[in-house]
C-alpha cells in the first residue's frame, strides 16, 4: 500500500472557497501541502488562512478547481470536452447542400502540424461563390509569370497563390523544418504518462474550452508554483495543439487560447514560448482568422514574440 495516500488520507480536512459564488470544498491537507512549497506555506506558514483552516479562491472558477482536485488525488485531469456548434449559419450551409444535390468540388484538405505535407498543395479558401479559371500573374518573390488559379473578379477575386511553384518550395521546405522543429521538441515532454488527446474531425467543433481548461489550469499551477501541474498542463496543450485541424472557422479558438495565456502569464514564461513557436508554424491560416488583428493589438508581447520567429523563415 502506498504510504503517499496512508498520509493523505490521515490528515485534517482544509476548507477552499471558490470562484465567485464562494462555493465550498474539502480537500485533505496533505494532498495539497506535498504539491509545492507555496502551497504548503499557504496551508501551515502560521498566516490567517493556516488558522482557520480555510483558503479563498475566488478568482479561481469551480471547473478549474475540480480538475486541480482531481490531479492533486489522482495525478491526472481531464480537459472540458468540445463544444458541437449548430448555429444559423451552419445550418444554413446544410439546407444549401441538401439542395444542390450534384457533388461540387470536393471537400478541401485540411491539415494539422503532426500530419503537415509541405509538398501538397493547401486547400484554396475564398468565399462562398466557389467559381474559379486560371491566370497568368508575377511572382511576388522572383517576379517571373506563372499559371494559377482565381476567383472571378466579379466576386472576391482571391488567386490561389501569387508565388510561383519554385519560390513556394522554398518556403514550404522552411515552413516543414519549423514544424518539425516544434512537433520533435523535447522541452513538452510529459512529467508522467504521455497524454493522448481527441482529435477534431470536424470544424463545427468548437475548441476554446478545451485549450483554456488546460491553460487555466496551468496558470493556477504556475500561480502556486506547482512545477509537475504546469508541465503536465503544458505538454497536454503542446499534444492537442499538434493534433488539432486547422479549420479556417476554428482559429478563433486559438486567439482565445493565446489571448488568455498571455494575459496571464509573465515574460519568459513556457507556455507563452510555445505558443509563440505554434503560431509561428501556422500563421498562414492564423492571420486569416476571426480575432487574429484584435489579438495583435491586446498582446503586443506575443506579436513581437510571434514576429521573431517568423523571422526564422525569411532568407
Ligand atoms: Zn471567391
Ligand atoms: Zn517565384
Redesign the pocket.
Given at each position: 500500500m502506498d504510504t503517499k495516500y496512508e498520509s493523505i488520507l490521515a490528515s485534517k480536512p482544509f476548507k477552499f472557497v471558490v470562484g465567485p459564488k464562494k462555493k465550498q470544498f474539502m480537500m485533505h491537507e496533505a494532498a495539497i501541502t506535498r504539491l509545492s512549497k507555496t502551497l504548503d506555506k499557504l496551508l501551515n506558514g502560521g498566516m490567517k488562512e493556516s488558522k482557520e483552516h480555510c483558503v479563498c479562491w475566488e478568482d479561481i472558477d469551480e471547473k478549474t478547481f475540480l480538475r486541480f482536485g482531481e490531479w492533486a488525488y489522482t495525478g491526472d485531469y481531464k480537459p472540458e470536452e468540445p463544444e458541437i456548434l449548430l448555429d444559423a449559419s451552419q445550418i444554413a450551409i446544410f439546407q444549401k447542400d441538401a439542395k444542390n444535390a450534384t457533388p461540387s468540388e470536393p471537400e478541401p484538405v485540411v491539415n494539422c502540424l503532426a500530419t503537415f505535407n509541405s509538398t501538397a498543395a493547401p486547400p484554396f479558401f475564398?468565399?462562398?461563390?466557389?467559381?474559379?479559371s486560371t491566370a497568368t500573374i508575377t511572382c511576388k518573390t522572383c517576379r517571373s509569370g506563372f499559371l494559377t488559379y482565381r476567383?472571378?473578379p466579379s466576386?472576391?477575386?482571391?488567386y490561389q497563390f501569387y508565388a510561383c511553384h519554385k519560390c513556394r518550395g522554398n518556403s514550404m521546405q522552411k515552413r516543414q523544418a519549423m514544424i518539425e522543429k516544434f512537433n520533435n521538441s523535447s522541452t513538452y515532454a510529459p512529467p508522467t504518462t504521455p497524454f493522448t488527446p481527441r482529435k477534431n474531425m470536424e470544424s463545427c467543433e468548437d475548441y476554446s474550452g478545451v485549450f483554456l481548461s488546460h491553460a487555466r489550469l496551468y496558470v493556477l499551477a504556475d500561480k502556486y508554483d506547482i512545477k509537475e501541474l504546469r508541465d503536465l498542463c503544458a505538454h497536454k496543450i503542446w499534444v492537442t495543439l499538434k493534433e488539432f485541424t486547422l479549420y479556417p472557422e476554428r482559429m478563433g479558438d486559438l486567439v482565445g487560447l493565446v489571448r488568455y495565456s498571455f494575459q496571464n502569464t509573465v515574460e519568459n514564461d513556457k507556455l507563452r514560448t510555445l505558443l509563440k513557436d505554434f503560431c509561428a508554424c501556422i500563421i498562414e491560416d492564423l492571420c486569416k482568422g476571426e480575432g487574429f488583428q484584435d489579438l495583435i493589438y491586446e498582446a503586443p508581447e506575443f506579436a513581437c514574440g510571434l514576429i521573431i520567429e517568423m523571422s526564422m523563415r525569411l532568407e
Open positions: 475564398h468565399c462562398e461563390q466557389n467559381v474559379t476567383c472571378r466576386y472576391c477575386g482571391t
